[in-house]
């Protein structure tokens, strides 16, 4: 194959999901009346803000040849904490903090803290006593939302100051603050996999650990690294819940582990490490979230969306096996 044509058939297996995106959009907007319409599409961004963030911790602890399931009680987590801590309803402790501005910056430090303990507890088990991953997260999964319920008693938290949902109200240049927190992170862990050291070994280890350490790289380093970051990634996704909800509740985000698991199988990125790539990520993030948002739109019943999302799952696998055999056998 020429290498012109072969570097445009690189292109289209990459960026396959950009275009299943494209499609779908492009269908809804044909046969669904309202559909084609700003307010959509910035719904759209805003409600993959919580899914997409958490994903990027996921794809991360993947690509590295780990998983981390904990995500999602994670997020939870770090919700309860600041809004038992600072909320007035419920069973909310109302600390007041003065001047006001403070509950910004410290109920953001103490959400990215609690992510960072339970990441650093799962990286710990793995790394240095070598425990399966999927046992540890799972676990972790497990007692984190336990702690969920014990900590509020299973009551609803409400009542957060009003600069603490700063993020889920205001809007720059028309767009929700929290889609711009979506973007953002994106872009900055985009460039940290594709530019730094960093990212690069982190996807050498997934591909080959073995390899990897005996070209004299820190290893159990980078991924301990990872889990962290993934748990401060779902702690800074349970703060920007917190704010978007002005509390939280103990069964606050169930089901968001699977939506992100799907948009992360659905970007292309390997369960079996050493590959993937955040722009397919979030390619995949905002399908699940405009197919979501048509069924809503549609006023169908919420299973179906269910339904989809488990059949894209299958055929996000199966379009993975066939890139594989093209670039095989063809490329």
């Known amino acids: 194959m020429p290498p012109r044509r072969r570097a445009a058939f690189e292109f289209v297996l990459d960026n396959l999901v950009w275009f299943v995106l494209a499609i779908v959009l492009a269908v809804f907007s044909l046969t669904i009346p309202d559909f084609l319409q700003i307010g959509i599409f910035l719904n759209i961004l805003q409600n993959s803000t ?34 038992l801590m600072f909320g007035t309803g419920g069973a909310g402790g109302g600390i007041v903090l003065e001047p006001g501005w403070l509950y910004f910056p410290v109920s953001l430090l103490i959400a990215l803290a609690v992510g960072a303990i339970v990441g650093t507890v799962n990286g710990t088990l793995v790394v240095r006593l070598g425990i399966n991953a ?33 993020m889920a109200v205001d809007q720059i240049l028309g767009i929700p603050l929290l889609a ?12 940290i996999l594709a530019k730094t050291p960093f990212g690069r070994h982190l996807t050498m280890i997934g591909g080959n650990e073995t390899a990897t350490y005996r070209a004299g790289i820190r290893v159990g380093a980078i991924v301990m690294a990872s889990f962290i970051l993934s748990g401060m990634l779902a702690g800074f996704a349970g703060w920007l819940l917190a704010s978007r909800t002005a509390g939280a509740t103990a069964n606050l985000g169930i089901g968001m582990l699977f939506q992100a698991f799907a948009a992360v199988v659905i970007g292309g990125v390997s369960l079996k490490g050493g590959s993937g790539r955040l722009s397919g990520v979030f390619a995949g993030v905002l399908l699940l979230s405009s197919i979501q948002t048509a069924i809503n739109v549609m006023g169908m019943p919420p299973h179906y969306t269910q339904m989809i999302q488990g059949g894209l799952v299958l055929a996000a696998v199966l379009l993975d096996t066939m890139k594989n055999t093209v670039r095989r056998y063809y490329l």
């Open 50 to 83: 919580f899914i997409g963030i958490i994903a990027v911790g996921l794809s991360l602890t993947l690509i590295a040849g780990h998983m981390d399931l904990s995500i999602e009680s994670v997020m939870a987590l770090a919700a309860m904490v600041i809004a």
């Open 134 to 166: 999927f046992i540890v997260t799972l676990a972790s999964y497990i007692w984190a939302r336990g702690l969920v319920v014990a900590l509020s008693g299973g009551r609803s938290v409400y009542g957060l100051p009003d600069a603490m949902r700063v």
């Open 180 to 191: 711009w927190m979506l973007i953002l992170v994106y872009i900055v862990f985009a460039f």
